[in-house]
């Protein structure tokens, strides 16, 4: 029988803001906007708590933290969360959005050598569109995917799963999973990719990645190709 690891890398899953995208605190500059419309903190404690766990749960599906963030009043997060979209959308209309360095050379190289490629967020289909628009990027990767029915986000597995099946790669052996949060490590670990893949240029550090169980710390997505090659 066959070793599965020694199959070729056929699939790289890519999460957005933070690994191939720039987040220079447009996270954060909308989670206290989402707060103000929303009224979700009551005191400067409270929104420090909030921008706590907003930095800890980084790369999840936003609308499922501003669940918890509103204990259960769901009206109050679908406000917040309406608010940290337009927000997030706005800043980006207005120019504030770039690509990591090396993210597109890499993901053109990628495909071009026939690997598919998947682009991951935590955020809604229209904050994602709004990024990719802002950057040209509509036909850069094979796939895009977000949260959505039938497609929990982070740290589950649908995202890769989903993307695999979208591409029919082979197996999960075949996938690297990469991403810059604790969230993006443990959903590829849950799916089972040959490597799940943590960087260093966005939300969470080297010790937080390692925790998550990552296998392979990069200190950007423009060093993912010496990995690939070696994978394969």
């Known amino acids: 029988m066959s070793n599965t690891t020694s199959q070729p890398i056929s699939l790289v899953v890519f999460d957005m803001a933070g690994t191939t995208v720039e987040d220079s605190g447009l996270v954060q500059q909308s989670f206290l906007a989402a707060d103000s419309h929303a009224g979700l903190s009551k005191t400067d404690a409270d929104r420090e708590e909030m921008l706590r766990y907003v930095s800890d749960t980084m790369g999840q599906s936003k609308i499922v933290v501003f669940r918890h963030l509103a204990r259960g009043n769901e009206e109050q997060a679908q406000a917040a969360n309406k608010e940290f979209e337009r927000c997030y959308a706005q800043l980006v209309a207005e120019g504030n959005c770039s690509p990591i360095p090396g993210a597109e050379e890499v993901i053109t190289s990628l495909r ?3 690997i598919k490629t998947a682009l991951t967020t935590g955020f809604a289909r229209e904050t994602q569109s709004a990024i990719i628009d ?3 990027w509509q ?4 796939v895009v995917l977000c949260p959505e029915p039938g497609v929990r986000g982070r740290p ?7 993307a695999l099946m979208r591409t029919e790669t082979d197996s999960v052996s075949s ?3 990469l991403g810059d949060t604790s969230s993006d490590v443990i959903s590829g670990l ?3 990719a040959r490597a799940s ?3 260093l240029t966005g939300a969470h550090d080297t010790a937080q990645l390692s925790a998550a169980g990552a296998t392979h710390i990069l200190g950007s997505v423009a060093e993912l190709p010496t990995l690939v090659a070696t994978l394969s």
Do not use: E, K, Q
């Open 112 to 114: 071009s050598r026939g």
């Open 197 to 199: 893949v943590g960087v």
């Open 175 to 177: 996938m690297i999973v």
């Open 190 to 192: 849950r799916a089972g």
């Open 156 to 162: 589950y597995p649908d995202m890769p799963l989903t």
């Open 134 to 136: 802002a950057l040209g």
């Open 139 to 142: 036909n850069l990767a094979d």
